[in-house]
């Protein structure tokens, strides 16, 4: 029998008591399994809501696939008869194969044995476990979270209480301390904690759990405990107190003789500590019967609530737009994803608004999903949220939209509204759109005591069954960007310009489709061709379109590095819509291609502040910051992301390197790639552990990291370090005196390249460079020494530091490599000097750890060059 250990960081044990690490590694599969093994109902799952569950993005064919393969993978690690099927549309786990603790913990407390089920409770569920590009099993996962850590309180609750009735004093104060602690910052709890300990007869264990309780509350949420909580602390230290004894000391602590008699220190009737969620809903039944009252406090309240912040004229007020729920069928899901898309687009063009959007306020969804605490690092004042569904009629449809405009200080409900109108086109759509976004600009106004602002009006198409088209292909793009999604989209934004061909926004998206397409999901070049032709024709349609020069601006930067013109558009379209994080963001991409580092980490840590939770900014940032040698701001920016996202491949990799770069530090650096194999399900796509494995000279190690081979070259490969598997290949067993294997793996690597650069366009200056200087080392480890300086004459009279100040680096770094294997000592010396005069992923430390530069290391020069003596 395997056991599955799911509380706390997730462990499988096979039954011959080894654990499966492989597959904990695989966090998909991992998260199927344990959906199997303990959702409610028990027993078996229809196929059809694992495939929602944990493919949303694929078309059901491809879905289907991946969860046959996962399946497979679940019975070759468990054992063959572990995973069951009934008929074709069912899966479960066959009786008596797996025993999961998660269980074993509910049976102990059904069946009332507290002390079993605790010893069973090491954390949260699968604690540490995200799913990427798996909303609806994440939103599974939080609310059993939020379930069995429940269980988990009153269990301990109870035995406490046990413990104290059997006068086990400390255990009862560790029980109760533990069951508190579960539910932070819940003050039900706490308060329930002090007056626990307070009858067990430690008062100052009681006014120490508040002090500290205030503590976190401030550090952590910036607030302050409820006045029912500080009267509750202020009875207790009074109980505790009295006239100093004949020997002038203080009398001892006197506790109440029961638990009942705690009512006596109780600061009178209890307040209702509901969640934020259940206080939204109390005050919104409060306000229907209160009219004449809220409309009292929304006279003089509010302009209250808001004096401290209207009082400053430079205040914008910061606004987190959230996805809104929607509450129609599933079918029609992106039709509420592109109501919260059109209302935060109109709010984002008022001028005294600064709009969240994005990951942050993803992040806001899901926490309001799981009723649980916002996070505060977004910097929002206020945020809007509600719900929406959409019922199509025969000549349109009905729509349905509930709002609320909450403060994030207190939670606080400043207006709610419900607004639903019957559209027969999509003028009177977006004119909805528009009427919505003006009221809440309103209420806002009113709050902030700010003249009115107007809402812009857009109709971006006259066609209703257009711009169901145009949701539905933004829906898909919002998943990843795969071959499968991307086509989709494409499809659908082809759809929609075909029925309005005047439809500009349409357009722009299909523009940016079509890019991702060659850029991310390597589907040919020729999608870039028709990128171009789609963004020319939106800013046609309307020269002003911010999304149209951002999605031709996106087009040159990835098509031919062509950066004067990408910047010219990406600052048209910043410049009417400041507030787009992705677009500052693509401004600093560009700037860092061209080397302007300081540049390009502004815009960064603008684009950063504008969607704090989105972890591209912060990744690039940490790229600019070490790739201009700011190794200590590198490191905390990339430990900033996995902090949040801790399953950031990106962020690893580039974590590991630094370590080398800054401090040449293997085991740290080996440290990090530990931590992400055990977290990231990208791992498989780092080079880092083969380069840890040379520099530290271990080679056959090396060549063990490099399977399986890598199918071919592609163009998303162009920033690696080395070219290809078959170069790496090729060095470590020259490395290692293995000549023959050395000389067999460099004439692949020949061939491969030869035939890829007669493939390629000769305009493809960045691919050419990578490609010829990837040749020039085969050459000259074939000792074509004619043919490799040839190569590397062509990539340095291309000055491709000028070309790229990203990639290009890597490319000089191959010359001096090839220059090395030339024996052409001071030809590689001096590419090595000019690589650490710019900013590039090289470093003194790098270039002591290297093997290749071994028969310098007696040269002077070198010596210099990298700070050692001769």
């Known amino acids: 029998m395997v056991d599955l250990r799911l509380f706390g960081p997730a462990e499988i044990v096979g039954s011959n008591g080894q654990s499966i690490d492989a597959l904990r590694r695989q966090t998909k599969r991992l998260a199927l399994l344990a959906y199997l093994a303990i959702a409610r109902p028990h027993g078996f799952h229809r196929r059809d809501k694992l495939l929602a569950l944990f493919w949303p993005e694929l078309d059901e064919p491809h879905a289907r696939n991946a969860l046959s393969q996962a399946l497979h993978v679940l019975r070759t690690s468990l054992c063959d008869d572990a995973i069951v099927t009934r008929g074709d549309d069912e899966v479960g786990i066959a009786a008596g194969a797996v025993r999961s603790d998660v269980t074993a913990f509910e049976a102990a407390l059904d069946g009332r044995r507290a002390d079993d089920a605790i010893s069973l409770y090491r954390g949260d569920l699968l604690d540490g476990l995200f799913v990427s590009s798996a909303p609806e099993f994440e939103h599974w996962l939080d609310g059993e979270r939020a379930r069995l850590r429940q269980r988990a309180c009153e269990g301990a609750w109870t035995l406490a209480r046990i413990k104290a009735d059997r006068g086990d004093v400390l255990e009862a104060e560790r029980c109760a301390r533990w069951a508190a602690s579960l539910m932070l910052p819940d003050e039900t709890q706490i308060r329930e904690l002090m007056r626990f300990l307070h009858a067990l007869g430690d008062r100052s264990a009681a006014v120490r759990a508040y002090e500290e309780f205030a503590r976190r509350l401030e550090d952590e949420y910036e607030l302050t405990p409820s006045a029912d909580t500080k009267a509750l602390a202020v009875a207790i230290r009074e109980a505790g107190s009295g006239s100093p004894t004949a020997d002038g000391t203080a009398p001892r602590n006197q506790p109440p003789q029961s638990f009942a008699d705690m009512a006596a220190i109780e600061p009178g009737p209890a307040t209702f500590n509901a969640s934020p969620a259940a206080r939204r809903l109390m005050r919104s039944l409060l306000a229907a019967s209160l009219v004449v009252v809220a409309g009292v406090a929304v006279a003089f309240g509010l302009g209250a609530r808001a004096a401290g912040r209207a009082r400053d004229e430079r205040f914008k007020p910061r606004l987190a737009v959230l996805p809104l729920k929607n509450l129609g069928s599933t079918g029609n899901a992106y039709f509420a994803e592109g109501i919260s898309d059109e209302i935060t687009t109109r709010l984002a063009m008022v001028g005294g608004l600064n709009v969240v959007g994005g990951a942050s306020a993803q992040r806001y969804r899901a926490a309001a999903a799981r009723d649980g605490p916002r996070p505060r690092d977004t910097g929002a004042d206020y945020f809007l949220e509600g719900t929406a569904s959409w019922r199509p009629l025969p000549n349109g449809g009905h729509i349905r939209v509930r709002l609320q405009l909450v403060d994030t200080r207190d939670d606080a409900e400043l207006w709610g509204a419900l607004l639903e109108e019957d559209v027969t086109g999509s003028t009177e759509l977006f004119e909805f759109y528009s009427r919505i976004a003006q009221r809440v600009v309103d209420e806002l106004d009113v709050v902030l005591e700010t003249p009115r602002q107007t809402v812009a009006t857009a109709i971006p ?50 523009s940016n489709a079509h890019s ?42 990835v098509c031919c590095a062509d950066y004067e013109r990408a910047m010219w558009h990406l600052e048209k379209s910043h410049a009417s819509r400041p507030g787009d994080a992705q677009v500052v963001m693509f401004i600093g991409n560009v700037k860092k291609r061209q080397g302007r580092w300081a540049e390009a980490i502004r815009y960064y840590e603008q684009a950063a502040r504008a969607d704090p939770l989105w972890k591209w900014p912060l990744n690039n940032l940490g790229h600019a910051q070490m790739w201009s040698r700011r190794y200590d701001d590198a490191e905390r920016t990339f430990r900033r992301v996995l902090a949040d996202e801790p399953q950031d491949v990106y962020a690893y990799a580039h974590l590991a390197w630094l370590l080398v770069l800054r401090d040449g530090d293997t085991r740290s650096a080996r440290r990090i790639v530990d931590d992400a194999a055990r977290s990231s399900d ?9 380069y840890l494995e040379l520099v530290d000279r271990k080679y056959d190690a090396a060549l063990a990291a490099l399977t399986p081979p890598e199918p071919g070259l592609t163009a998303s490969l ?29 004439d692949s690597a020949r061939v491969e390249l030869e035939t890829a650069s007669r493939r390629q366009s000769q305009e493809a200056q960045r691919v050419q460079l990578w490609l010829r200087s990837g040749l020039a080392i085969a050459y000259a480890g074939l000792g074509r020494r004619a043919d490799a300086i040839a ?25 001096a490599l090839a220059h090395m294997l030339l024996g052409n000592h001071r030809e590689a010396t001096d590419v090595l000097e000019r690589l650490l005069s710019v900013g590039a992923p090289v470093s003194r430390q790098s270039l002591r750890l290297e093997p290749f530069w071994d028969p310098l290391r007696s040269e002077p020069r070198f010596a210099r060059l990298v700070g050692t003596t001769p």
């Open 461 to 510: 198409t006259t066609s209703l069954e257009a711009y169901n088209d145009y949701l539905r292909g933004r829906d898909y793009q919002r998943r990843t960007s795969t071959a499968v999604n991307l086509g989709a989209a494409i499809q659908a934004l082809e759809r929609a310009v075909q029925r309005d061909t005047t439809f500009a926004l349409a357009f722009a998206s299909l």
């Open 516 to 557: 991702n397409a060659d850029w991310l999901a390597g589907m040919g070049r020729e999608h870039l061709d028709r990128a171009r032709v789609a963004a020319e024709r939106a800013l046609r349609l309307d020269p002003t379109l911010s999304e149209g020069h951002k999605s031709l601006g996106f087009y040159y930067y």
């Open 682 to 690: 990208g791992f498989a796509e780092m080079r880092i552990p083969f």
């Open 718 to 746: 162009l920033n690696e370090w080395l070219v290809s598997d078959k170069i790496r290949r090729a060095l470590v067993f020259r490395l290692r005196g293995d000549p023959a294997m050395a000389r067999e793996q460099f």
């Open 791 to 815: 190569e590397t004459d062509f990539v340095l009279a291309s000055d491709p530091l000028k070309v790229d100040a990203i990639e290009e680096p890597k490319y000089l770094q191959h010359v």
